[in-house]
Each structure stands twice: as C-alpha cells, then as structure tokens.
C-alpha cells in the first residue's frame, strides 16, 4: 500500500463524520493533508513573492475545513476535492500577486546561529523559483499531472482519478511535460 493510499483510506474514514460536524475529524483531516497541500504551494508559487506557499497552504487548510460540510462525494478521491481548492487558491494569489509589485523586504535575523547559509538559502529559493517557472511552461492539466506526480507522489492511476483521466493518458501527458521542461531548461542554459 503506497503512502497516498493510506491517506485516501483514513481521509475515506474521516470525511463522513466531519461532513456531519465532528470537529476532531475536521482537524485530523486538515493534519493529514496539509504536508501534501505545502507541496503543492511550494511547487506552483514563488516563494520570494506573498503570499508565500505556506500563506498559501493555510488558507487552503482553512478553506477545505470550511468546505467539509458541503462536501459531497462525488466517486472521486477526497484530494482531489483538495487539489481544486488549492488550485483556485493559487490563481487568486497569481492575480492578486500580478496586480501588486512589490516584493517582501528582507526580514530581521533571529539571533540563533543556524546551520543554513544566506548562499545555501538563496540557492534553494532559486531552485524552486526556477521549478515554478518551468512548470510555469506547462498547460494547466500538465502542470498539474507533473505536480502530483513528481512533488505529489501519486500514482498514475491516483493521479487519472483526480485529473478526471486515464492512468495510460497521465502517463504520456508526464513524460511529454517533462520533455518540454528539460528542452525549455537546456534552451536557458544555451542561452547563457
């Protein structure tokens, strides 16, 4: 059993009594999913930008908590209810963020001495914005297969459940997303 199934199982047991107002279910809902949830932010949204993808992701556990009561299982798995809020997050963030250009000022430095370099920080924030943008490449769908695929962990067939496809088609739509983000990156570094 793979890591997404036992967390499609447990969300299975808990979505129905938090649709009927058990706040505990409610609150382990929202821990099951919010690690899968960070990743996605983390790998759709610049984190040099606000709101940043952990912004991002508790206002999506916020609003998915506010959603279980309508929740209505429509044969889907209960991420891929998830996934659509998130994804309508993020598009409002995209917009809010194109519509405002400043950018977050450098922040005071605690006084603890940590292990992690202002260089070694700055390469991580580069790699990931450097992600984003590639995926940025990709039509919606792709971007979306390669996100849960790749950062997701899901399956083919978890992720052709979600996407409203077949396991065959996601496979093909991944290796073809992948194709055009490793030419695009191989142009870039012509280029320079």
Known sequence: MTVSEDLGDELSRLVPPAVDGDERAVQRIID?????????????????????????????????????????????????????????????ARRSQSRDPSLPTETVPDLEVSRDTPESIALEVNAC????????????????????????????????????????AVRVAQFRALAKMRETLDNRRQAH
């Open 32 to 92: 099951l999913i919010h690690p899968a949830v960070v990743r996605y932010c983390r790998s759709r949204v610049p984190s040099t930008r606000y709101p940043t993808p952990e912004d991002l992701a508790q206002e999506i556990s916020l609003a998915v908590a506010r959603a279980i009561p309508g929740y209505q299982d429509q044969g889907k798995p209960f991420m891929a209810f998830v996934y659509r809020i998130a994804a309508n997050k993020i598009v409002d």
């Open 129 to 168: 914005n450097d992600v984003v943008e590639l995926l940025d490449t990709l039509s919606d769908k792709a971007r979306q297969i390669v996100t849960l695929r790749v950062f997701g962990g899901y399956s083919a067939e978890e992720t052709a459940e979600i996407v409203g496809s077949t396991a065959g």
